[in-house]
């Protein structure tokens, strides 16, 4: 699978062109349907302890690769996407960026909020205001999948999760966990339907495990649990 997947990256060449042409080719029209679970049942989004140890591993970054892993970790943006920003992106004073949406029919912007210390480090290392028009992290899509690779390699994560995908996924979830509003999210995903959204609420959370527990509890109150028995002794044919 790792493989496949490195052959795959490697075949895209990097671009030189710059402003409306880049983009137009990196603009695809297909819609996006998260899918959160592999058909074999295998998870594609990283769960909250997953996200820390991320944040962790990136922290141990370059200066150059890790705000362009933070930008990603924090917008939920696809790797494209966080490629494309130039230095009138962002708005330091409203800690803002505003991203380029693909895989849109029509071409959309969205505008999502970043903490105010990745902005401030930002604005340091780039000079945001004297970059204008410039690419922050001119880079090969292919070098910005390998920064994410090593990241989730640094942070002990593997399968389907440890992706740029997974990261993407994962700040959905999060954020529903935190309770953004659906349409908010919406907003930030970039997705042009809210049904689209809505499938990142699909996956179990906290809350919902609270609600089970409570469940659970009122099923136990009036029982006398017996400890569970398990017999060893092997069935012989």
Not at 3 to 20: E, F, H, L, M, Y
Not at 61 to 73: C, I, K, N, S, V
Not at 104 to 115: G, Q, T
Not at 206 to 211: L, V
């Amino acid at each position: 699978m790792t493989n496949r997947i490195i052959v795959k990256q490697n075949t895209q060449k990097c671009s030189t062109a710059t402003g409306d042409t880049a983009m137009s080719a990196r603009i695809s029209p297909a819609p996006e349907t998260p899918v959160l679970y592999a058909i074999s049942g295998a998870r594609k989004y990283l769960n909250a302890d997953e996200r820390r140890a991320v944040l962790n591993a990136i922290d141990t970054l370059p200066l150059d690769r890790r705000l362009f892993a933070l930008t990603l970790f924090w917008t939920g943006a696809r790797i494209s996407e966080v490629l494309a920003l130039r230095g009138f992106s962002f708005q330091p004073s409203r800690g803002i960026v505003a991203i380029h949406t693909l895989k849109r029919r029509r071409r959309a912007v969205r505008e999502i909020p970043i903490p105010h210390s990745l902005v401030i480090a930002l604005d340091r290392r780039f000079d945001l205001a004297a970059l204008g028009d410039a690419l922050l992290w001119p880079w090969c899509r292919t070098t910005a999948w390998r920064i994410i690779r090593g990241v989730m390699d640094a942070a002990h994560i593997s399968g389907l999760a440890a992706s740029p995908r997974g990261l993407r996924h994962g700040f959905a979830i999060d954020a529903l966990r935190h309770s953004v509003p659906l349409t908010l999210l919406q907003k930030w995903m970039g997705h042009a339907r809210l049904a689209t959204t809505a499938i990142y609420a699909d996956a179990s959370g906290p809350e919902e495990r609270a609600f089970a527990q409570h469940l659970w509890a009122d099923a136990n109150r009036h029982r006398i649990e017996k400890p569970l028995q398990i017999n060893r002794t092997r069935i012989q044919s």
